[in-house]
């Protein structure tokens, strides 16, 4: 039992991994995307992130159509998959025992697993090539998710490895976390990125289901324990939510007198639409468009923060 | 459109403006009413150039062949028109005003009259011919030539056996692309002369040199009487002709300088005059009669040969430099006025159209491409980097008039200065794609191997798409086979036969691979083919190399090169004594092959999921009602994704090509090294293979160069580079360029954050010593084309802080909202 618990600890589930990434963290990096995540954020463009375990896909574009193929069917014990109006098919998501059958059987992928479980030195083993790339841009791997600290102990395995193959580590993190499970991660890092999305507890919680106390708790504290870390936050601007002046000014004010601190605007996209219907989820994502002017006026907003520094 | 979202790329962003009317052409007037001049139109034949040609060679039967060739070209220049375009401060154009191209019968005029019937109406390529001119073509120049054209002589010297890989053996005017030749609709590979040579000597000193040589010979000698001698005085007769051709230039130009109202134009005219006067007959004395004389030079190339996607232009940023220096240091010259003469040239090439008779060689340049490489930065002979105040100009133009001439190519070695790397990054940045990069990393390395001292490999020059030169050492001219490989997959499936020939036997008949019990008798059944392939190739290049030597010659080509005057021969012969004969042979459709057999070998015989008949079966069909196969074989391990299961069967590949041409090469005397480049050919390549093992479509491209599959590469640039690298033999010196093809969307370079990570790319390119790499910088019309047809573009990645997704597996509304919202934020 404790044998096994001990090697799960180790496994973590890894719903992608994309390489050749350079928004998120120095030089050109590798991103492990890791499942889970403790905030239900509304404009979540990665709703694949949020469930901790591997989860069941069905992409109908791709899908073949039950007159020449339904094999998934075929491979389904639970009778979870019906021939759906389009000629498509659909799933079932309450018989749905996500053995992944129908993933193995369908020929064009359009079935597929968010999620896969893997042991940190599998993670590394299938980047460490592109540690070539790392080595000349000053970059690296960045863990991201859902909320990496979530599965803390695969992280620390995996920086862990990544240290003795001396792979520069970084983290995507809300910040959402008890405080030592911050502080286990940071002792392994040079930079991080972090993000506050607002300053107000209220609204915070309204949109992303948690309030902002613990989050700008960590922060000061990360500021104060670890000094030498380069901390990039960032703030996604999402229509409706934050992006107004104040929002950002409140933000601004809030970091203005922490040293070695960057700070950046993420605009906000609907690309993740897609992926809502992969899980069969409501999408409830903001349909209203980030305004070009709005974007320019905060963007100004932060280039003038940064000259004062 | 400004924005948040909004990262048009620079080139773009100009175009845009164009289409508003904002046009901000200030500094560049000149320029910019020349590109006027011939922007839109569609080009026209010019056949004075075969005309004089053949009249000349009528008068000179029975003479030494260059001795006729030179006698040509001074028939030529004594009477073909001269012009002096407006605007412009470069004289010597070898034809029509506008976009041109011109005929060299002597090559393939056989085509000639079914040519002139379909030219205006050819897809690929098409031109414009006035009747006039047809009637010329169709009455004076097609029958002289009938018999006696270079393609003819090689269908009717290759064996039966490597005929029917070839041509249609009813028709040997239809090319197969199976074992394809393609000696016989250009006159030498890529070529790029000593033009240092030219600036520094002058013709005179050259003709100068044959004199003294011709004054030496032993007048007993049998050779020196039958060989040498007719060499030289060829020589002789081309150094007057170009000389001559220059005058007539200068002649025109002072004509008009008198006629002249605008007291601005008419000083031009007259410097022109003066210019022309003196290069290239002489030493250049400045940076524009430098310029001039290369441009002369050039030219004259073009109309006495027709060599591989144009004659290539050297490594100008170090052959102009001193007189760009010094002219600088007199305060004669500022950069302003280099960069305009430059562009002056390059607008000269824009006109000059790579024009292809054949259908075979219009198809195999599809869209008037053509290569005429320049060449800048990398190294100096004594290994110090080469990099000059010039070079960083070329960038700039390049930067600041992004047009397709040149194809500007950057030398890149592991010390490259940071200012080079960094400006080579911010010009691909700019759209355009240019310059391409060559790897000296990977090349110098290579050239040692294959005999050249260092101080030659250390100057080579980039010559045509991806290959290098050595102008006084390479001695070999002869075109190579370009091998359809998915052809070979598919004779494997159907036991020696293809789709598109129905029940003709063509390959080997290797066996119903439904017999096969394991992938090794697979493997080993698509090697006989693949080796019979070679074989052909190799017999095909046999009788070519020694064709050619009666059928072509090079006076001023081979009077620029050291070896040729040393030796008194024509740089067509079988063998000049010190030369290095770099030749290569071509794999067609690399990706396609990998992806074909890792299909088979994991579908078939290790997962057992598909059996040979079904995948033959569903083939056959086109997949007609088989989409599930499709998806199966389409979902297979694929090439260009950093896959190992793939990767290590494009090695297994690449070590049979490179073993065959160890073993095969030397008996032939030339170094016929692998090379995986074409990338507009592989359309017509593909339109010979049915459906193949990796889910692709009957008769559409096979992959091209050394790049994935459309689509297939799903891993990311840097993916793409390290399959690149691991399907290498590095230990075999038997390879020649590979040419690798990156997509990158705007918002990955944006920046000076992005350029940064565009030079750590680089960098690291560089020391994966990878040969070549070009970059594309995605924009409106790629997501347009990925919307349209999402199969091609599967690899397409929407780049965004935090997120990743394919940007084909997006809906068409988020398609659209990508599109809209950007040219491309974000991706
Ligand atoms: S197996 Fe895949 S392609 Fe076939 S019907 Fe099911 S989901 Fe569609
Ligand atoms: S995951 Fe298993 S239970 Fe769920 S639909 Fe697929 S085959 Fe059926």
């Known amino acids: ?309 | 459109m400004s924005s948040c979202c909004t990262v048009l790329s620079p080139h773009e962003q100009r175009i845009l403006e164009e289409q508003q009317g904002i046009q901000n052409f200030a500094g560049r007037e000149r320029i910019y009413d020349i590109l006027n001049t011939f922007k839109a139109e569609r080009p026209k034949i010019d056949v004075e150039r075969a005309k004089y040609f053949t009249e000349s060679f009528k008068q000179t039967e029975g003479q030494a062949l260059i001795l006729r060739w030179a006698k040509a070209m001074k028939h030529i220049v004594e009477n073909m028109t001269v012009y002096i375009d407006d605007h412009q401060l470069l004289a010597g154009r070898v034809g029509y005003q506008g976009r041109y191209g011109i005929l060299y019968p002597e090559l393939d005029g056989d085509f000639l009259d079914l040519a002139l019937e379909q030219m205006p109406s050819r897809v690929e390529s098409p031109f414009n011919i006035s009747d006039a001119d047809a009637k010329v073509v169709i009455e004076d120049i097609a029958p002289y030539w009938k018999g006696k054209t270079f393609h003819e002589a090689l269908t009717a010297a290759l064996p039966e056996e490597t005929l029917k890989y070839t041509y249609d053996p009813k028709d040997p005017l239809k090319s197969r692309f199976i074992v394809n030749e393609t000696a016989s609709f250009r006159s030498s590979i890529q070529w790029v002369h000593d033009y240092e040579k030219v600036l520094k000597k002058g013709f005179k000193g050259i003709k100068e040199e044959a004199q003294a040589k011709l004054a030496a010979l032993d007048p007993f000698s049998a050779v020196d009487t039958m060989e040498k001698k007719p060499f030289l005085e060829a020589v002789v007769i081309a150094c007057d002709a170009i000389a001559l051709w220059a005058n007539r230039h200068a002649k025109m130009a002072f004509d008009m300088a008198k006629k002249e109202k605008n007291p601005v134009r008419k000083q031009e005219l007259l410097d022109m005059a003066e210019r022309c006067a003196w290069v290239p007959e002489n030493p250049a004395r400045n940076f524009a009669e430098a310029v001039q004389s290369q441009w002369f030079t050039q030219m004259f190339s073009r109309m006495e040969q027709k060599t591989g996607t144009i004659i290539s232009n050297g490594r100008m940023d170090q052959y102009l430099y001193p007189y760009f220096k010094q002219d600088m240091d007199a305060g004669i010259l500022t950069e302003e006025k280099a960069i305009e003469l430059l562009e002056c040239m390059w607008l000269g090439m824009a006109q000059f159209i790579d024009l292809y008779i054949s259908p075979t060689g219009g198809a195999f340049n599809e869209g008037y491409a053509h290569w005429e490489a320049v060449t800048i930065g990398g190294q100096t002979p004594d290994g110090c980097d080469a990099t000059n105040e010039l070079t960083y100009l070329f960038l700039q133009s390049k930067r600041e008039f992004p047009m397709h001439y040149p194809d500007l190519a950057a030398r890149i070695h592991n010390r490259a200065p940071a200012r080079f790397l960094h400006e080579v990054a911010e010009t691909v940045k700019e759209g355009s794609g240019f310059p391409k990069l060559i790897n000296d990393e990977e090349v110098v390395p290579l050239l040692l191997a294959k005999g050249a001292s260092f101080e030659e490999a250390y100057d080579y020059a980039v010559s045509g798409c991806a290959e290098c030169r050595m102008p006084n050492r390479d001695t070999y001219t002869s075109p190579n086979a370009y091998i359809n490989f998915p052809a070979a997959v598919e004779m494997t499936m159907y036991n020696g036969k293809m789709k598109l020939h129905g029940d003709e036997i063509i390959g080997l008949q290797t066996g119903d691979p439904c017999e096969f019990k394991t992938w090794e008798e697979y493997w080993d059944a698509y090697l006989k083919q693949h080796i019979n392939f070679l074989k052909q190739a190799f017999i095909q290049q046999h009788t070519i190399i020694n064709l050619r030597a009666k059928h072509f010659a090079w006076p001023t080509g081979s009077a620029l090169h050291d070896l040729c005057m040393n030796e008194c021969k024509d740089l067509h012969t079988p063998v000049i004594e010190g030369g290095i004969d770099l030749g290569y042979f071509e794999f067609m459709g690399y990706g396609t092959v990998i992806d074909s057999l890792a299909a088979i070998k994991k579908l078939v015989y290790e997962e057992k999921v598909l059996t040979m008949a079904e995948i033959i079966e569903a083939m056959q069909c086109n997949f007609e009602g088989k989409e599930v196969i499709r998806q199966l074989l389409a979902n297979a391990p694929k090439y260009g994704n950093n896959d190992g299961y793939a990767d290590e069967i494009g090695k297994a590949l690449d070590l049979e090509c490179v073993k065959f041409t160890k073993k095969y090469s030397k008996e032939l005397g030339v170094h016929l090294d692998l090379r995986i480049v074409p990338f507009t050919s592989h359309v017509p390549f593909g339109k010979v293979v049915g459906a193949t093992p990796n889910g692709r479509k009957a008769f559409t491209p096979v992959s091209d160069g050394a790049s994935a599959s459309h689509g297939a590469d799903v891993n990311g640039p840097t993916a793409v580079l390290l399959s690149n690298f691991n399907t290498k033999n590095l230990g075999y010196r038997e390879r020649a360029a590979r040419l690798v093809n990156i997509k990158f969307s705007p918002s990955c370079v944006a920046g000076e954050e992005g350029t940064e990570k565009l030079v750590s790319f680089i960098k690291t390119w560089c020391d994966l010593k990878l040969w070549h790499i070009q970059f594309n910088v995605i924009n409106r019309e790629t997501l347009l084309a990925a919307k349209k047809d999402p199969d091609k573009y599967r690899g397409l990645i929407v780049r965004i802080a935090g997120y990743s997704a394919y940007f084909t597996d997006l809906s068409p509304d988020l398609q659209d909202d990508l599109i809209a919202r950007t040219e491309h934020t974000s991706m």
């Open chain 1, 1 to 309: 039992m404790n044998a096994k618990n001990q090697v799960n600890k180790k496994m973590g589930c890894v719903f992608n991994v994309q390489r050749y990434s350079v928004h998120d963290g120095p030089g050109i990096r590798t991103i492990i995307f890791l499942k889970g995540c403790p905030l239900s954020c509304r404009w979540c463009s990665n709703p694949e992130s949020q469930y901790a375990e591997p989860e069941l896909a069905f992409n109908r574009n791709k899908c073949i159509g039950t007159s020449e193929c339904f094999r998934c069917s075929t491979f389904c014990a639970f009778d979870a998959i019906s021939e759906a109006a389009d000629g498509k098919i659909s799933i079932d998501r309450q018989k749905c025992t996500k053995c992944f059958r129908c993933v193995a059987a369908c020929p064009s992928k359009a079935m597929h697993t968010f999620g896969k479980m893997m042991s940190a030195k599998e993670v590394l083993d299938s980047i460490e090539s592109e540690s070539m790339f790392y080595a000349r841009s000053g970059g690296g791997i960045t863990i991201s998710g859902g909320e990496p600290l979530h599965q803390i102990d695969f992280v620390e395995e995996i920086f862990k490895e990544a240290k003795r193959r001396r792979i520069d580590v970084t983290m995507e993190t809300c910040g959402f976390a008890d405080w030592e499970k911050l502080q286990r991660a940071a002792g392994y890092m040079k930079s991080i990125l972090f993000d506050i999305k607002s300053m107000d507890p209220v609204k915070h919680e309204e949109y992303t289901g948690v309030s902002n106390e613990l989050i700008l708790q960590n922060l000061q504290c990360l500021r104060e324990a670890f000094p030498d870390l380069q901390i990039f936050v960032r703030t996604p601007l999402i229509p409706g939510f934050n992006d107004t002046e104040e929002d950002i000014k409140a933000i601004l004010t809030f970091i203005k007198d922490m040293p070695n601190v960057k700070y950046e605007l993420l605009p906000y996209h609907r690309m993740g639409q897609q992926k809502y219907e992969y899980l069969d989820r409501p999408y409830e994502m903001i349909e209203e468009k980030l305004q070009d002017e709005t974007y320019s006026k905060l963007q100004s907003l932060v280039s003038a923060k940064r000259e004062i520094h």
